[in-house]
């Protein structure tokens, strides 16, 4: 079958997708953005996580044909300019490779969109910068096998911080 | 040892410098061995045996051959001769014997992973079933000694036991743990007619070559292995397992295409290594006032009954504390099962849980305090070798740990403390791990358009190698990080020892600094463009004169509820004496990252081995539990300054095993002390208070 649907703001199509296939297979193996990560294939890892219409979903258990004309973001389209060889990272993504949150690198980008959601549910929506028990359940559902997380949470809190500021102030923190 | 290193005015060394790789890995863009992006791949997917042992008699392969997109069905039939070199693991399709449950038999190669999925399950095999045995137990009759191992015995611990006015002597058991390393194994193979090109998810990108060139009698030259990023390993991306050998073979009868296979979560269970499980004797002899007069282990670990592996858990007796009779033992059992491998800290990790924990019930038993224990069980000498340390700060570590912690007014009676229905103790353990180096690397600095480039095939498996050598190359040159171009994880490039043991980043880095020794020597400071110099990790003399090692010490508070028993740990506190450290921020990451680990193995890991069937039951992140976000808490890593003119040039000691090292047992110390319950076995579970 045919699948068309919107990735970080590009229509794409994909023709001769089998039904069964995940919507985390497309991205990875015919649209050429192996950004979000294929570590468990059952939605406990969350490396694999994309907003969908706006909410963050495991991609690896999504059917690819439950994409068909709807809006899919990924890691590889929070970079604020959208364009990667400028490298203008997102707070989020600046504050990650900050704080030290990255070390192997896999698990990072689905934490990625995982945190970006959670700072656009609070800050983006005029609420105040999340505490640590919202960062920790918000992050539940991510498996980190090198950092220990402590650092990610620090990550989380300084991009929250900075996003606030930056909304607050009406310029970069 | 370095002048060179130690005159620099950039000192990039020390510097809490961010990640080299942050960027791309932030942003999607650092591409992992799955995701080069390679016209028209093939994918794999493996047949595994479902049977423990026997041979397979027939294939049917007529439905799986008949699923739209289906390549090729790839069994022992068909595969190419491999040369015997010496590791059954690897000779992979070379025969039709079962050795264990999940083994490699075959594979479907077709156009898309789901239809080699599908056909994998439509293929027919009819074994010849033979009975099996992988009950792991010290009971067994069948137990022997491994030629790696002799016991190691000085003076007569039977003789201190029999005679010591205070004895310990208990069985500590720690379970089957998987490495699970958050990127699957995964690899492409490109047969063509120049040779085989791999991008691997691997430690050691010419180790992979050497050994596929090897078993497939080619020409190392021919063989090239591209890694820039790995999603970790810990251990099980060290040596090679039998897919990197299964994607050759495909790719050799499919040549110039790609050939992809990344393993699932579930096949990671099966076909790429594991921690040995356990069991360990453990006795001590001592004083009223704690002094040991003896120490001994017995190890009793299992291994494949195709390929040995041992776990030599008995290590740490030898480096740990003064006594003057010692004894350590090592017995496998050899089982019907898949070859255990390294996992973080082999040997170490597991091995000084029992001891550990076996300090802290000597502790009680002479009612002495467990940090002033081990103060005055302190040796003068590497106890086994006698080897003066090259620097020694156990200590120094204790010391600071306790200071930072708040150790001072603890009381020791156990179970005193009660808040809000917790159990609340706190615990101490020690951490060790050897300072190795390997030999073989050899590194090139050439200046090119104002810059220098580095290049050494070394492998950044999240440690930090992208960046740690690149400030470690800048110091060496005397320039700025932003001078420094390096190039690692490719083995096109000058030969690199592979990530393990701790050894990637003193191994790399002392022959990075001899490179750029040799090259100032022959260019001076203005070179010109186009000049060159490489030099090879040259040998340290001091390697035999002293013993080397890293120590630490870490503080774990616990928390038992009274009534249903859950664990929690709030606090983790760890103090490590690892000499000079190249990044801060990098190597709290591999501190702390050890440590959680730790926790994990503490509280959670624990691959549960059906004996029926002769494999691990809960083989997937639903039910193979490492530890998540809400496990930890607070958890600090600090380090003393510790100067080491003896280890290599850098002054520094590996640092990405240390960590797991003594976590467990001060997590199990502080339980008992929250509880009164002498935990002995891991995962340290709810049921253990219950009872």
Known sequence: ?173 | MSGLLENTSTRAIGADIGRVDGPAKVTGTATYAFEHQLNAPAYLHPIQATVVRGRVREFDTRDAEAVPGVLTVLTHDNAARLADIGDAELAVLQSDEVAHRGQVIGAVLAETPEAARQAVRLVRVHYEERSHDVRFSAARTDLYTPGEAEDDEQGDLAGAMASAPVTVDHTYTTPMEHNNPMEPHSTIAVWEDAGLTLYESTQGVHSVRSTMAELFGLDPERVRVIAPHVGGGFGSKGPLHPPVVLAALAARLLPGRPVKLALTRQQMFDLVGYRSPTIQRVRLAAEPDGRLTGIGIDVTAQTARFKEFLEQAGKPTEVMYAAPNRRITHRLAALDVAPPTWMRAPGECPGMFGPEVAMDELAVACGVDPVELRVRNEPGTEPASGRPFSSRNLVACLREGARRFGWQDRDPEPRRRMEDGWLVGTGVAASTYPTGQMPGSVAAVRFEDGHYHVRIGAADIGTGAWTVLTQIAADALGVPVTAVRLRIGDSSLPSASLAGGSTGTVSWGSTIVAAAQAFRERHGTAPADGAEARAGLPDNPNRERYAMHAFGAQFAEVRVHADTGEVRVPRLLGVFAAGRIVNPRTARSQFIGGMTMGLSMALHEDSVVDPRFGCVVNHDLAEYHIAANADVVDLQAHWIDEADPYVNPLGAKGIGEIGIVGTAAAIVNAAYHATGVRVRELPMTLEHFLA
């Open chain 1, 1 to 173: 079958m045919r699948v068309s649907f919107e990735v970080n703001g590009h229509e794409v199509t994909a023709d001769n997708v089998w039904p069964g296939e995940s919507l985390l297979y497309v991205l990875r193996e015919r649209l050429g953005l192996p950004g979000s990560k294929n570590a468990c294939e059952q939605g406990e890892c969350g490396s694999c996580t994309v907003y969908l219409d706006g909410v963050t979903v495991c991609s690896c258990l999504v059917a690819a044909g439950q994409a068909q004309g709807r809006a899919v973001r990924t890691v590889e389209g929070l970079a604020e300019s959208g364009d990667l060889a400028e490298r203008r990272l997102s707070p989020v993504q600046e504050a990650f490779v900050e704080a030290g949150a990255v070390q192997c690198g896999f698990c990072t980008p689905g934490l990625l969109v995982q945190t970006d959601d959670l700072i656009e549910r609070t800050v983006g929506q005029g609420g105040g910068v999340p505490d640590e028990a919202e960062i920790r359940e918000h992050l539940a559902g991510n498996l980190c096998r090198c950092t220990g997380y402590e650092k990610i949470i620090d990550a989380v809190r300084l991009a929250a911080e900075r996003t606030a500021a930056q909304r607050d102030g009406g310029g970069p923190a």
